[in-house]
């Protein structure tokens, strides 16, 4: 019992600890998700890429994925190469994988802000020119109108200006009857940037013409779910303190007035960016007092922040703009040498972040190829192995084919042996039987014109088994020397009777026969006395050349003679 317990105990703590190691890897995985990293990428960048690093180790998250998410947090950081790095890998590896279309459409329009961003402008066209492909056969006409306006603004730094507000239009025609939230925010932010365009190049009816089509789309998102108040708020600050400027320059300062009352009436208008906003208006109307109060506002929150930027720049260009028209010259001059200061600050810091930048771009080449090298030692090593193996099995398959075949080879020797083990001693039985011993005249008184066929056969039969006998008793073939013309003199016959004679009886000629003799008494002797040589045994059995030993013994017994010997070696064991 108590051993049953025991057990159970160990069972309970076991369970535990498993429950707790997975909630533990549970925890640690919901760390590596789309969610959690667009959620901290702005305010933890560091940790944010530190995760997307472990993330790419443990290939919990899909690759383009993971260089999607680094793209952002290096685009958020202003390090724009970097960003098109990353958006690029991913986008190569959406183009191999082909498996979301959705996302390679994404990393194209990436590709395409961001190469404007790096003032790539036809880098950034060709990537917009193949996102509009991929839209169209998506049907995705919110990506479209996204990439025609990023050529737009391509174009407009290209200084294709009237191309540019062509391209603009297109874009914004193709949102037209966008009724989501989605979409009619999408809609106003591209007028409002078309306007700003239109007022810096000096084109203020067409910049009021946008400006109030946006304000019927302001209108028309009122109420609508989806939309904040505070983002409608913040909209129509910056849209009236626009018109408001534009009325003025037109000329109809009623108007502008009236808009520059709406203006004030939001609640952006209260902090110091919605201030910021109005000093166009505040400057046409020489409110030169208003736009420093505006300036200094803002010019606090940057203190709380940073002052290198171009931002803060800005604020002091219209500080000096402002003291000038106040006619206060000395606080324009003290401003213009903070202004000089600050924008030779600007230029070294943008100088330090490119180093970074570029330290970084190292650091990652560094890593990746250091990556790259290891996975070359590892794919050489996989082949190295993959062909040692090819070769083992290769060698393997090789060695069974030589003894398969070697295998045959014995049991067809074997077969073979037996065979003419059993013919020679068939041959043996009948020639006890024959029982000729005559060594005399075989052939006395035959007839040779007698035209009796069958009477000749009879004859040339008998004195064939007569001179056969007298051959084989008295191992005539071993000689070597032994001619034809002795054995034509032994049976009395011409040289014609006795080739007829030979061939009615044996199935070949005279060589043909003694050869057959020779080669059975060699089997004997290899059989009998397998120390000898076969060299000897040849010499013994009447046959001086070894190449006509082989020869002759291989045509009559289908191997050669040191095969032969070795497997009547086997077969005796």
């Not at 040589?533 to 040849?538: E, H, M, Q, S, V």
Request: hydrophobic share 40%; with cysteine.
């Amino acid at each position: 019992m108590k051993k049953f317990l025991y057990i159970c105990f160990l069972f309970w703590v076991n369970s535990v600890f498993l429950m707790a190691q997975e909630k533990k890897e549970s925890g640690q995985s919901s760390l590596y998700t789309d969610q959690y990293i667009t959620d901290i990428y702005m305010s933890e960048p560091d940790r944010a890429l530190q995760l997307l690093d472990e993330a790419e180790k443990k290939k919990v998250m899909m690759p383009a994925r993971i260089n999607d998410l680094r793209s952002m947090v290096y685009r958020n950081r202003y390090q724009c190469k970097l960003a098109f790095r990353y958006a690029r890998r991913a986008y190569v590896q959406d183009s191999i994988a082909g498996n979301s279309p959705e996302h390679l459409l994404k990393m194209t329009i990436a590709l395409a802000e961001l190469s404007s961003l790096l003032s790539e402008y036809e880098v950034s066209n060709r990537y917009v020119v193949e996102g509009i492909r991929q839209a169209r056969d998506m049907g995705n006409k919110r990506a479209e109108a996204k990439l025609l306006f990023c050529m737009g603004e391509n174009k407009r730094w290209l200084s294709f200006k009237k191309d540019a507000y062509e391209t603009f239009d297109e874009a914004i025609q193709l949102l037209r009857d966008a009724d989501d939230a989605y979409g009619l925010r999408m809609l106003s932010y591209f007028n409002g940037v078309k306007m700003s365009f239109l007022i810096d190049d000096g084109l203020i009816d067409d910049a009021l013409s946008v400006g109030l089509y946006r304000q019927k789309l302001l209108d028309k998102m009122e109420g609508k779910e989806g939309i904040q108040a505070a983002y409608l708020d913040l909209q129509k600050s910056y849209l009236y303190s626009k018109l408001a400027y534009l009325y003025y320059c037109l000329g109809d300062k009623e108007k502008a007035e009236e808009c520059f009352i709406k203006y004030k009436s939001t609640l952006a208008a209260s902090t110091p960016a919605g201030k910021y906003d109005a000093t166009p208006y505040l400057f046409v109307t020489g409110r030169y007092r208003e736009v420093l109060d505006n300036c200094r506002e803002l010019k606090e929150v940057f203190r709380r922040e940073d002052t290198i930027n171009y931002q803060y720049r800005g604020i002091l260009s219209k500080e000096i703009k402002a003291y000038t028209g106040l006619k206060e010259y000395e606080k324009a001059v003290k401003l213009s040498t903070v202004f000089i200061a600050l924008t030779d600050s600007i230029y070294q810091r943008e100088k330090t972040n490119a180093a970074l930048e570029l330290e970084t771009l190292y650091d990652v080449d560094e890593r990746e190829a250091h990556i790259a090298e290891q996975a070359l030692k590892l794919k050489i090593r996989t082949i190295s192995l993959a062909f040692i193996f090819f070769i083992v099995l290769l060698v393997l398959f090789f060695l069974w084919k030589v003894w398969l075949q070697n295998r045959n080879i014995k049991e067809k020797n074997r077969a073979l042996v037996k065979y003419v083990n059993e013919a020679l001693s068939e041959q043996k039985k009948k020639q006890q039987l024959s029982g000729a011993d005559d060594k005399s005249i075989l052939y006395n008184d035959l007839d040779t014109e007698s035209s009796d066929i069958d009477k000749e056969y009879e004859i040339n039969k008998q004195v064939f088994q007569k001179l056969d006998s007298l051959i084989r008793r008295d191992e005539l073939y071993l000689s070597a020397d032994l001619s034809r013309e002795d054995l034509v003199r032994m049976a009395h016959m011409n040289n014609t009777r006795f080739a007829k004679m030979i061939k009615e009886n044996t199935g070949t000629n005279l060589s043909g026969y003694i050869n057959e003799l020779r080669l059975n008494h060699a089997i004997h002797l290899l059989k009998e006395h397998p120390e000898y040589t076969l060299r000897a045994i040849a010499e013994a059995s009447g046959i001086n050349s070894m190449p006509t030993f082989h020869s002759l013994f291989k045509n009559k017994t289908g191997m050669t003679p040191s095969e032969f010997k070795k497997t009547q070696i086997d077969m005796k064991q």
